[in-house]
């Protein structure tokens, strides 16, 4: 981003340094914590979706299998086999890179449209086999998981303890994407997104590259599902459900795809108005997530993030004339 | 009693027969899944929407209008295709310059609107209407008897589906077709309305789905979310078939619905995972699927 200007660049350092003020602060603000952690566990979700589709230039349609799997696993691991916190977590993490691989392997072979589909088919075979799988609790899912406590110090149970636990991972993802983007690999993954043939002329073994921001968009991913599992004490099938792929497409497209700042802003969004809509309208939720999609793929592409940078590019450049 | 692998032989063929029926589904599905994305570039994520709607269509028309289920069969996959028409006129349209990745997103969307609409509407719980006269009972084809009504669903899809084969391998209609999927400015040249062809196209994979609305509803329960799990199958099945080959989408639809019954009698855990199974294995040996060509 070498035509960013410097004021540009303050405005961008104030405008994330209030957000982080604002958050550290929230516990003292009143709003509902739970609220705010499951947005920031989507938020993790949909940043690990971004780094693949907007970075990468990889759609896939069943992200919802890590998130789920690992909320899955870290669940199973905290309630029935006592593991620690911590150690569920990247467990948890662990068996979502894992399926990262075997997806990854498999998806990369074709790419656009039936990368998407074939994503969309390999999440659907998580799904049955969470459905039937002993230790997931078939139709009602795992329920009760405790929260434990970080290393026997700090008990999770209270909300605002936990709280600052998953802001502090939110923080160290976003600013871990941040870094991942800014390396040599991610201005590789920039070359082949917009020119792969080129990208292979030049010598760049192009599926490794794939293969490897898929894995770790899918480590990511799951580490939104495995903390949302410890925040809200269940995971459940809805968690490996297509929808919930859907729906992480949607936060990213709404907020921006290719943005920093944009899943995040798609994640509160879309949580918010679940969270706002789900007990009064009903089935209405999914006419309106619907309507969402079509008038963002119709008419607001670029996202809430991404039209006002184009906004921002297009004064300047009136200035300069 | 004869036995196929240890499993008496009325189990297996019930279920091979089950399997063709929902092979039948498959095929017919895939094959306007097929047709769509040969000519638009799009995939259609709302084929199992129209499918749905298809089969609502027919419901309604059945037990408010009292229309027959012979009438059904063809009114609903018109209204339907009419509906489809309608889509790719208002929205689809502006989306044929940009990734095609927009048209499947934007499916996605028109796909949750009509669940959650049907749902609204009709609840969750499932309908379903009588099968007609002619065709209740069952007959005895010497080796099994079977439901006279799944009978006809497998012979009516497979006469529908190589009719379609026909019609776009064996016309002039259809080599006006492929040849706009190939060149759509050329073909314009020649003073053909390509856009007009796209819109007929669309509605026309659009009313074969509903088609198969139409057919399957007395065999399974019509609920507002019967598309979106079939749809998720139907892409494995493409992706297997390879998208390009009409024939491939006809003949892997089958196939599939015949292997997914056979897994139903000796390991039915699998049944409903042993299509993506296969479809991964399909891809790690030929990437392009079964029938396609890259």
Known sequence: MSTMTSSFKTATTVFYSVLLALAIAAPWLNIYPVYLMTLYCFGIFACAFNLLLGFGGMLSFGHAAFFGTAAYVTGWLVTDQAWSTLSAILAGMFSAAALGLLFGVIAIRRSGIYFAMITMALAQLVYFVMLQAPFTGGENGLQGIPRGDLLGLISLKPDNNMYYFVLLILVAVFLGIKRIVASPFGQVLKAIRENEPRAISLGYDVNRYKLLVFVLSATLAGLGGALKALVLNFAALTDVLQSTSGEVILMTLVGGVGTFFGPLLGAGVVVTLQDVLSDRVGSWVTVIIGCIFVICVLSFRKGIVGEWLAFLQRRREAKKA | ?294
Request: aromatic letters at 12%.
């Open chain 2, 1 to 294: 009693m004869t036995d196929i692998f240890g499993f008496p032989l009325p189990v297996v063929l019930g279920q091979l027969m089950l399997g063709l029926v929902n092979g039948s589904f498959y095929a017919l599905l895939s094959l306007g899944l097929a047709v769509i994305f040969g000519l638009l570039g799009v995939v259609n994520f709302a084929h199992g929407a129209f499918y749905m709607l298809g089969a609502y269509a027919a419901w309604l028309g059945m037990s408010y209008f009292e229309i027959n289920y012979w009438v059904a069969l063809v009114m609903s996959p018109l209204v339907v295709g009419a509906l489809g028409v309608l889509v790719e006129r208002s929205a689809l349209r502006h989306l044929y310059q940009i990734d095609p990745l927009y048209g499947l997103l934007l499916t996605f969307g028109l796909a949750l609107i009509a669940e959650g609409l049907l749902r609204e509407m009709f609840g969750s719980s499932g309908q379903s209407y009588p099968v007609p006269e002619l065709l209740r009972g069952a007959t005895n084809l010497g080796f099994m008897i079977i439901p006279i009504y799944r009978l006809w669903v497998i012979v009516a899809s497979v006469l529908v589906c190589f009719t379609t084969w026909f019609v776009l391998e064996r016309t002039s209609l259809g080599a006006t077709l492929r040849a706009a999927t190939e060149n759509p400015k050329i073909v314009q040249s020649f003073g053909i309305n390509v856009p007009v062809i796209v819109t007929l196209t669309y509605g026309a994979g659009v009313g074969l789905a509903a088609l198969a609305g139409v057919l399957s509803a007395p065999v399974i329960q019509i609920t507002p979310l019967m598309g979106s799990s079939l749809v998720t199958v139907v892409f494995a099945v493409v992706v297997i078939g390879g998208m390009g080959s009409i024939l491939g989408a006809i003949v892997s639809g089958l196939m599939l619905g015949v292997i997914e019954g056979f897994t139903k009698v000796i390991y039915p855990e699998a049944s409903n995972i042993v299509v993506f199974v296969i479809m991964a294995i399909v891809l790690f040996f030929r990437p392009a699927g079964l029938f396609g060509k890259e």
